[in-house]
C-alpha cells in the first residue's frame, strides 16, 4: 500500500481568523505541496468547512482592519483542485441541518457506517 | 451613572483557540461602548502580547508578507491600548508573572504591565462584572 494519508478534521474554526485558515487545511495544503498522498475527512463541526456561503469578512480589533480573512470552503475547494479527495460525514451534515446543495460540488459524502470501509484505504490516518 | 468596569480574565495562548478572537471583540467593543476594561491574562493568554511575534509569509496562499497581512496578537494588544486612549477610556491589562516566567515571554507590548493573583482580585474588587475565557 502506498503512504496514502487520510487527515480527519473534527475541530472547526479554530483560531481561523488569527491565522487566516485552519491549521490543518493548510498543513494539508503544505503536505501535498511537498508530495504527500493525502485525503481529507471532515466530521462533526468540521463539516461546515464545505458550505459555500460562509463568509468571515470584517474582524476589526481598534484600527486594524482583517484584509485576507479565513475562506476555509476556497482552501478545501483548493486541496480538491490538487488531487485530494475530500470527504464529509453525511451524518454529521444532516444533524447540523446543511443540506447538499449549499456545499462545494466534488465532496464525497460517507456514513457512519461506511467509515471502515473507506479507513482501511489508508496507512495513516491521523485525527484532529 | 457610574462608570461601568469590565474585567476579563484569558487563559488560551495565541493562534490555539477562536476565543482568543471573541476575546479581542469583546475587549474592542467594550471600549468603544465607553467602557473601562481589565485584562487578567492567565497561563497560556500572557503570551498575547508577546512583542516578539511578527507577521509572516505565507506560501501555500502565494503570498509575500505584505499581500499575507498576518495579524499577531501583540499588535491586536497594541490596537486596543490605542483605542482606549482614543476613546478616553482606561484599559489596564495584566499578565500573571509567573505565567511569563514560565514561557519566557516577558517581553510586553508597551502597556502590559507584570502582576499577580492580586492584580486579578483587586480588578475583581472595582469591575462592575468580571468574564472569565477559560480554555479547554
Known sequence: MPHRMLQILTTAYRATLEEQDDPVLWLTHSLRNN???VDVLLR???VN???RSQQASGLRIGDWLQS?????AFEVGALMS???????LADD??????RRDEVLPGVGFVAKAELPALLRNYKHIWQW | MPRIVLTLVLNDPPYESARTSTAFRIVDAAIRRGHDVNVFAYEGAVSLAFARQSPHANAVHGRDVDGEDHPTTSNWVRELFELAREQSTKLDWVNCGLCTDERGTDEAVLGVRRGSPADLWSFVNASTNTLVIPTR
Open chain 1, 93 to 98: 451534515l444532516a444533524v447540523r441541518g446543511i
Open chain 1, 49 to 51: 468547512y464545505i458550505v
Open chain 1, 44 to 46: 462533526s463541526s468540521a
Open chain 1, 68 to 72: 485576507q480573512p479565513p475562506d476555509l
Open chain 1, 82 to 88: 490538487k488531487d485530494c479527495r475530500v470527504f464529509a
Open chain 1, 35 to 37: 508530495g504527500a498522498d
